[in-house]
Nanobody, 127 residues
């Protein structure tokens, strides 16, 4: 059974930075896909970024390009989301997701293809 445990959320002011982590277990990490999604109150869940765990291919939502960076440590089965220049509109619950490599592009296609999810970590950006 896949287990995804997120950490690193918190509260920051506009322009600040946070780094989220997601540790995966019970999952064949390599040659699959890990992604980050977020959901703000009253809004639909949206894709943020994803990374192919067998290489370096990444996908980013337009709203975070140039500010967020997804990376990974394959030895630790962990994916990271470095968030810089945070804005109040980035406030949301952030979820880690895992699935096969074909799910990666769904982070920018409006409908997630990921089937395994973490419990989420809250990010709050104040103005």
């Amino acid at each position: 059974q896949v287990q995804l445990v997120e950490s690193g959320g918190g509260s920051v002011q506009t322009g600040g930075s946070l780094r989220l982590s997601c540790a995966a277990s019970g999952y064949t990490y390599n040659n699959n896909c890990m992604g980050w999604f977020r959901q703000a109150p009253g809004k639909e869940r949206e894709g943020v970024a994803s990374i192919y765990t067998g290489g370096v291919n990444t996908y980013y939502a337009d709203s975070v390009k140039g500010r967020f960076t997804i990376s990974q440590d394959n030895a630790k089965n962990t994916v990271y989301l470095q968030m810089n220049s945070l804005k109040p509109e980035d406030t949301a619950m952030y979820y880690c997701a895992a699935d096969n490599l074909f799910a990666c592009a769904s982070v920018i296609r409006g409908k997630s293809a990921f089937r395994s999810w973490g419990q989420g970590t809250q990010v709050t950006v104040s103005s």
